[in-house]
């Protein structure tokens, strides 16, 4: 790709995480590219591509399955655009930027040079360029010495560069926790005052920030700064609130929760977002099922409606697909449905397609101290017994059911009340 770029006239460059990553002795997600050539003149170059977006539009260039995302060299705004009606925004042919009145930039299609390009990223070991004409690696804002340094540094004003862009505030935490670096001083400074900000990112793309955040294998890690920086009350409301001074269950179910979910993708287990996000807001269903159940209202009826209750606030903040969200209900559901096992209950519940999900999650009730009086053992034996054994297992189940306990009670007081038949004695 960059040699066709460099052969139609234009400078190409691989740039990013990508770069970073090779320097750290990882493997690459993948490669981004930034280039002199405008979008159009990409699509020019490459006609298995497409430019997307409007915010920063950027082009995709496919390889069979495998897409590079390329992108041209950006500039400053800040002399380039004028105030209209709150917000700064011009146009031209070559200027298309638009900045909210509290300076989230809108839209930024303004292009420049490399040398421009470098300030308008992130941070430090992200401002890398590799170029295949000489293979070497530009460095601008000694982004290797950071490297060596294991250090996250922001380009620019940290709390300005939070505010064009809040969700950077879930980079800067999603990277120190993937590469175990430290966050420098003056980036660190303005994270919990800028955490409010992610209030105006729109839903939908910070549910991509959340697979992000949560799914690259160090999630647990992740949550620790999310809490540290007060940014985790803000991406899960509901949640936060569910806390109760030293809740010592919360901490340990939710961090059980991401441990096992970084077990699985280090193991390269199957893992789906429905279980996290099932796990992550079970504090405030239970709170909320308490809540209900101080009404008289049936479990199942409970159930349903605080985890409705709660779902709704949360979407405010995340677009939870249903994909996932319908999944996510059903995992609490069966929360309850795998106490009831009489009869062919448990048979039957053995055989549902979310039984191995929920039946997980049971054992995270448990480990966090939830007293369940021995439900996740009795799955566990359950689900390897031979057919006796199961039998035996839901005799156990019978005997110990209210019901039977009840009937018990009725026949002891039958039999006390039962006048003897002086006849019956002669």
């Keep these: 790709m960059l040699y066709s770029l460099n052969e139609a006239g234009f400078e190409a460059f691989i740039v990013g995480g990508g770069v970073r990553d090779v320097l750290l002795g990882m493997e690459p997600k993948d490669f981004d590219v930034a280039t002199s050539a405008t979008p159009e003149e990409i699509r020019g170059v490459f006609r298995n591509s497409r430019i997307i977006g409007r915010r920063f539009r950027i082009v995709h260039v496919h390889f069979g399955r495998e897409i590079i995302e390329v992108s041209t060299f950006r500039a400053q705004t800040a002399d380039k655009i004028e105030i209209i009606e709150g917000k700064l925004t011009r146009q031209d042919h070559h200027i298309d930027a638009a900045q909210s009145s509290a300076g989230m930039i809108l839209r930024d299609n303004v292009y420049g040079t490399m040398e421009e390009d470098v300030l308008r990223r992130d941070f430090t070991v992200n401002a890398l360029y590799y170029t295949v004409r000489n293979f070497e690696v530009y460095d601008f804002v000694d982004g290797l010495a950071d490297i060596d340094r294991k250090c996250l540094r922001m380009i620019g004003d940290a709390g300005q560069r939070y505010r064009e862009d809040p969700v950077r505030v879930l980079r800067a935490i999603r990277l120190a926790a993937k590469l175990d670096f430290s966050i420098a001083p003056e980036t660190e400074l303005p994270l919990k005052p800028c955490a409010h900000l992610l209030t105006s990112i729109p839903p939908a793309r910070l549910f991509d920030e959340f697979l992000k955040l949560f799914f690259n294998g160090h999630g647990y890690r992740t949550w620790e700064l999310l809490n540290e920086y007060d940014v985790f009350r803000v991406l899960f409301p509901c949640t936060s609130e569910a806390f109760t001074g030293d809740d010592t269950y919360t901490r340990k179910f939710l ?22 996000l099932a796990a992550i807001m079970w504090p405030a269903v239970r709170n909320e099922m308490q809540i209900l159940a101080r009404t008289d209202m049936p479990a199942p009826q409970a159930m349903i409606e605080a985890g409705q209750n709660v779902l709704t606030r949360q979407l405010e903040m995340l ?106 004695s002669e």
């Design 319 to 424: 677009s939870i697909p249903r994909r996932f969200s319908i999944p996510m209900r059903e995992i609490w559901d069966m929360q309850l449905k795998l106490q009831k096992r009489q009869g062919r209950r448990a048979e039957t519940l053995l055989g549902h397609k979310r039984f191995r999900a929920a039946y997980d999650f049971l054992l995270l009730r448990e480990a966090a101290g939830e007293e369940l009086d021995g439900l996740g053992k009795w799955w566990t034996e359950y689900q390897t017994a031979n057919p006796d054994q199961q039998a035996a297992l839901l005799d156990e189940v019978e005997k110990r059911s209210p019901r039977a306990k009840s009937r018990r009670r009725r026949v002891k007081s039958r039999r006390k009340n039962v006048t003897p038949n002086p006849a019956s």
């Design 255 to 276: 961090a059980s929760a991401f441990h096992s979910t970084d077990n699985r993708i280090n193991e390269g287990l199957s893992i789906t977002p429905a279980f996290l």
